[in-house]
């Protein structure tokens, strides 16, 4: 069965037409042998040309397909249906009135009156055929993929007239039910449009697409919390007298031993039920050995991220190594939060429920938080992600190397993770400057003066700094 591509294959980074382009030429790989695709650009808007040879001739012909990402994934079926028919038409003339009848489709009379019902099945289809951003096949045994189809599109699917015939009046009226300015009013605009694309309904999209889905509307209590606020919550837990009936030393501790982790290395809630190697050693795809993070001469500690959780629920960004965030304030920080004898908790789905099971880490992480970080102001576990970002900051990290280990783009580490900088931490930050490299260009700048400019200072420099050698003499 030959496979369908979507732009979720394309790298999350890209957005808007230079998501597009990738996607376009990822397809373009796609196309059975003989036959091409080519971009058409036009004062009306950008189409797809069908490029293949008809007897001596190699032709460029329209195949009634945009240049959208449904557009795209049409062409692609319809150039494979043209490669068929090339070794099967012996006459010119009979293969270009097939051509109009089964690519053009210029005989075909469309049915306007299909069903809310009817699309909804179609959008499911494609999306279960489609591929997730880390260009794995959807799978709906999935529970994570299950909750993504019900989030992003089901949810605003099940608010509409089923029976009724696919109109913009009925759309509207589910958009207009969400606040505007909302992250939900622009998901369901978007939901709205896509239902459109996989009917071919292009009068409707372009309505739709006239539609304002900035999003204006955010979460303001984004919580923050410092490390020793943290050190004192996790002490405070710990603390309880053996004959309280609260009193569950091995369950406690591995919650902290979960909250922990994230302060380390920054990991979401359920990325540390992913982790593959708290007590074996992982064996990369590649032959290369990484310790257990308990193995006592384990002194990388490097986190090794799986694709999926002990639930069979996929991790966001999937597979990736992590490694540890220590700020220069506390040295010993893996020592202190137990992370080498550290085990996780045991947890029970007790649902067969897709949207259950995928929300299940952080729901019973909330829970714990809820209980025992209410003293001091702290309940969102994602707050510890954020603090690590912070802890590798005061640690001298690039900001290359986090963004890698936290697993999200550089830009999102540098302007949205900032906005949950403590006091605290921001004094931090400033005050033990002293106890982290200077700037690579003042470090060169001091070179200079100091007049050490040859080959084994340029070599020192850039093993301290972690550059190539010709980027300290381009500074210099």
């Known amino acids: 069965m030959r496979e369908t591509f979507t732009a979720a294959n394309i790298e999350s980074h890209l957005i808007g037409y230079e998501r597009l382009l990738a996607l376009f030429k990822e397809i373009q790989k796609q196309t059975p042998k003989g036959v091409g695709l080519k971009r058409e650009v036009k004062t009306s808007g950008t189409y797809i040309l069908l490029q293949f040879k008809i007897g001596d001739k190699r032709t460029a012909k329209a195949c009634n397909c945009d240049f959208t990402e449904i557009g795209i ?239 069979g629920t996929t991790t966001k960004t999937g597979y990736r190594l992590a490694i540890p965030l220590i700020p220069p304030t506390y040295p010993d920080l893996i020592g202190k939060l137990e992370i080498k004898s550290g085990k996780l908790p045991n947890i029970n789905p007790e649902s067969n429920n897709p949207e259950t099971i995928a929300k299940k880490h952080a729901k019973e992480a909330h829970t714990r938080l809820v209980k025992w970080g209410q003293q001091i102001g702290f309940t969102q576990t994602h707050a510890l992600r954020h603090l690590a970002n912070l802890n590798g900051m005061m640690a001298g990290i690039p900001l290359e190397k986090r963004a890698m280990s936290l697993g999200h783009s550089p830009t999102m580490n540098d302007t949205v993770y900032k906005k949950r900088q403590t006091t605290k931490t921001t004094l931090d930050l400033l005050t033990q400057s002293t106890n982290q490299a200077i700037p690579l260009q003042s470090a060169v700048a001091i070179a200079q003066q100091l007049g050490c400019t040859d080959e084994k200072s340029i070599k020192l420099l850039a093993a301290i700094y972690n550059v190539s050698e010709d980027q300290i003499t381009k500074t210099m």
């Open 73 to 311: 994934i049409k062409a692609l079926e319809k150039a494979q249906l043209v490669s068929e028919a090339l070794g099967k038409f012996t006459s010119e003339t009979e293969f270009l009135a097939w051509y109009d009848e089964t690519i053009l489709e210029k005989n075909i009379v469309k049915n306007d009156l299909i069903t809310f019902s009817e699309a909804i099945k179609l959008v499911e289809d494609n999306y279960w055929n489609s591929y997730t951003r880390k260009r794995q096949k959807r799978d709906r045994n999935n529970p994570s993929q299950q909750s993504c189809w019900y989030e992003v599109y089901y949810c605003f699917y099940k608010l509409l007239p089923i029976e009724n015939s696919v109109n913009l009046t009925d759309m509207m009226a589910v958009i207009s039910s969400k606040e505007r300015g909302a992250k939900s009013y622009k998901l369901c605009t978007c939901a709205m449009k896509k239902l459109c694309e996989v009917i071919g309904n292009d009068k409707l999209r372009d309505e739709l697409s006239k539609i304002n889905v900035t999003q204006t509307k955010f979460k303001e209590n984004l919580q923050s919390v410092s490390l020793d606020d943290y050190l004192r919550f996790r002490d405070s837990v710990l603390d309880i007298p053996f004959k309280d009936k609260r009193y569950n030393f091995e369950s406690r501790n591995a919650w902290l031993f979960v909250f922990s982790m994230q302060v380390v290395y920054g990991l979401r809630v359920n990325e540390v039920f992913a982790v593959q190697n708290i007590d074996i050693p992982f064996k990369t795809k590649d032959g290369v050995t990484i310790p257990a993070l308990n193995a006592p001469s384990n002194r990388d500690m490097v986190a090794v991220v799986g694709d999926e959780t002990n639930l």
